[in-house]
């Protein structure tokens, strides 16, 4: 009896054995599994819709060397206007680099959540004048909430005076998207999207801080797996946080300059961003006038304007991936001049900080410039800074030094 059980037991651990080595080699097979989202494509035509009916019709020609991305790889349209596009590595949203003189009938992006739907996506453009003189202004903290409609009531009011050919508004959208509710961002959200439908020239966006949503989870409650955490809402609502546009021979790039870990958020152009940029700006020749709009600015004097605190909502430095840097300005700001240098970059604007200032070096042809918040002036020891705007002119690719207009009387 004895010797039987030691032989079943043998017997059992033989085959354990054997079954372990089976898995253990399935798995060492399964390791290099080939990414098939790599072989996923989405297609379709950027064209000159001619009857403005939003449908590529025959007579309606293709427009060719538009840049196509998914905020990973770029691709341009070829003769015809078709572009084939590889997106499994994007963040389900496609758009074009708006081309000079032209524009978009509707969006310049697209959802691309089902890209194995065979209906092609489409950018329908229309031609514009192609002028080398225009004008732009550049707003920013709008901080909006249902208390705050008056102060974008009063930044459509300036921009209705002035005519620009169009908005950028750098970050700081809403109220708050980082320690409140989804219920609450989300309001926030639509409520800017509502007003912003009410300006009659176009506006451009890019985040800031107060656009990343629930990352304060002590606070906001919200998990991590929520579908529309960290910049998920944000790309939502308004699409690519970080895109290109072309307009009167200037090559614009809008940036988004947080990144966040764990609670907290710091002035970053993260990894991904950093290869696009590269993919983006080759695209342009080196003599084409690059501006680049973000929030968290690459340099700024506010910096130095600032108490230093080392903790609390408004510390001056953070750990990033366990190295202590400056949270309110762009931790890599150098890795991106890299990139930029050897184009004809003039100008690089900004937000975050509440008031309008300036940043230049000797030698150094690029221009560091932020304007104030659109929500309300603010103070820092004896200096109060008004609310107010910045209105640009650009004439033949050179940027004029700006006119600041107040907001309030």
Same mark, same amino acid.
């Given at each position: 009896?004895?010797?039987?059980?030691?032989?079943?037991?043998?017997?059992?651990?033989?085959?354990?054995?054997?079954?372990?080595?089976?898995?253990?080699?399935?798995?060492?097979?399964?390791?290099?599994?080939?990414?098939?989202?790599?072989?996923?494509?989405?297609?379709?035509?950027?064209?000159?819709?001619?009857?403005?009916?939003?449908?590529?019709?025959?007579?309606?020609?293709?427009?060719?060397?538009?840049?196509?991305?998914?905020?990973?790889?770029?691709?341009?349209?070829?003769?015809?206007? @078709?572009?084939?596009?590889?997106?499994?590595?994007? @963040?389900? *949203?496609?758009?074009?680099?708006?081309?000079?003189?032209?524009?978009?009938?509707?969006?310049?992006?697209?959802?691309?959540?089902?890209?194995?739907?065979?209906?092609?996506?489409?950018?329908?453009?229309? &031609?514009?004048?192609?002028?080398?003189?225009?004008?732009?202004?550049?707003?920013?903290?709008?901080?909006?909430?249902?208390?705050?409609?008056?102060?974008?009531?009063?930044?459509?009011?300036?921009?209705?005076?002035?005519?620009?050919?169009?908005?950028? /508004?750098?970050?700081? #959208?809403?109220?708050?998207?980082?320690?409140?509710?989804?219920?609450?961002?989300?309001?926030?959200?639509?409520?800017?999207?509502?007003?912003?439908?009410?300006?009659?020239?176009?506006? !451009?966006?890019?985040?800031?801080?107060?656009?990343?949503?629930? /990352?304060? +989870?002590?606070?906001?409650?919200?998990?991590?797996?929520?579908?529309?955490?960290? =910049?998920?809402?944000? =790309?939502?609502?308004?699409?690519?946080?970080?895109?290109?546009?072309? %307009?009167?021979?200037?090559?614009?790039?809008?940036?988004?300059?947080?990144?966040?870990?764990?609670?907290? @958020?710091?002035?970053?152009?993260?990894?991904?961003?950093?290869? !696009?940029?590269?993919?983006? /700006?080759?695209?342009?020749?080196?003599?084409?006038?690059? *501006?680049?709009?973000?929030?968290?600015?690459?340099?700024?004097?506010? #910096?130095?304007?600032?108490?230093?605190?080392?903790?609390?909502?408004? +510390?001056?430095?953070? =750990?990033? &991936?366990? *190295?202590?840097? %400056?949270?309110?300005?762009?931790?890599?700001?150098?890795?991106? $001049?890299?990139?930029?240098?050897?184009?004809?970059?003039?100008?690089? #604007?900004?937000?975050?900080?509440?008031?309008?200032?300036?940043?230049? $070096?000797?030698?150094?042809?690029?221009?560091?410039?932020?304007?104030?918040?659109?929500?309300?002036?603010?103070?820092?020891?004896?200096?109060? $800074?008004?609310?107010?705007?910045?209105?640009?002119?650009?004439?033949?690719?050179?940027?004029?030094?700006? +006119?600041? *207009?107040? #907001?309030?009387?």
């Amino acid at each position: 009896m004895l010797c039987r059980l030691q032989k079943q037991n043998q017997m059992k651990s033989i085959y354990i054995f054997f079954l372990a080595v089976i898995l253990m080699n399935t798995t060492v097979k399964a390791q290099p599994v080939k990414n098939k989202a790599a072989s996923v494509f989405v297609t379709g035509f950027v064209f000159e819709d001619k009857n403005a009916n939003g449908i590529k019709d025959k007579n309606e020609p293709g427009i060719k060397s538009v840049a196509v991305s998914d905020q990973v790889n770029i691709v341009l349209s070829n003769d015809e206007g @078709y572009y084939k596009l590889p997106v499994g590595d994007g @963040y389900g *949203i496609v758009y074009i680099s708006m081309p000079d003189g032209y524009e978009t009938m509707d969006s310049f992006w697209r959802p691309t959540n089902d890209v194995n739907d065979p209906i092609p996506v489409n950018f329908s453009l229309r &031609k514009t004048k192609n002028t080398g003189h225009f004008t732009f202004v550049h707003a920013s903290d709008t901080h909006i909430s249902p208390s705050s409609i008056d102060r974008m009531a009063k930044l459509q009011r300036i921009v209705d005076s002035v005519n620009p050919d169009f908005v950028i /508004i750098t970050g700081d #959208l809403v109220k708050d998207a980082l320690r409140v509710s989804e219920k609450e961002a989300t309001g926030y959200y639509e409520l800017f999207e509502k007003e912003r439908n009410k300006f009659s020239s176009r506006v !451009w966006t890019v985040p800031g801080n107060h656009e990343l949503f629930g /990352i304060e +989870r002590h606070l906001s409650l919200v998990s991590s797996s929520n579908p529309l955490y960290g =910049r998920k809402m944000y =790309r939502h609502y308004f699409g690519p946080d970080y895109y290109s546009f072309n %307009y009167g021979g200037v090559h614009f790039v809008g940036l988004n300059s947080l990144d966040f870990e764990d609670l907290w @958020y710091y002035g970053r152009i993260d990894s991904t961003q950093i290869e !696009w940029l590269k993919k983006d /700006i080759a695209t342009v020749s080196p003599a084409t006038p690059v *501006i680049t709009f973000q929030h968290v600015p690459f340099y700024s004097g506010g #910096l130095s304007l600032q108490p230093f605190e080392d903790s609390g909502p408004a +510390r001056v430095i953070e =750990r990033e &991936k366990g *190295i202590l840097q %400056y949270r309110h300005v762009v931790s890599n700001a150098q890795e991106v $001049m890299t990139i930029l240098n050897g184009h004809n970059y003039s100008v690089s #604007l900004a937000g975050h900080y509440h008031f309008q200032q300036r940043f230049s $070096m000797a030698g150094i042809t690029t221009r560091f410039e932020q304007t104030a918040a659109v929500t309300g002036p603010s103070n820092e020891g004896v200096f109060n $800074m008004p609310s107010g705007v910045t209105l640009y002119t650009v004439h033949e690719g050179k940027v004029d030094e700006g +006119r600041f *207009i107040f #907001l309030d009387k």
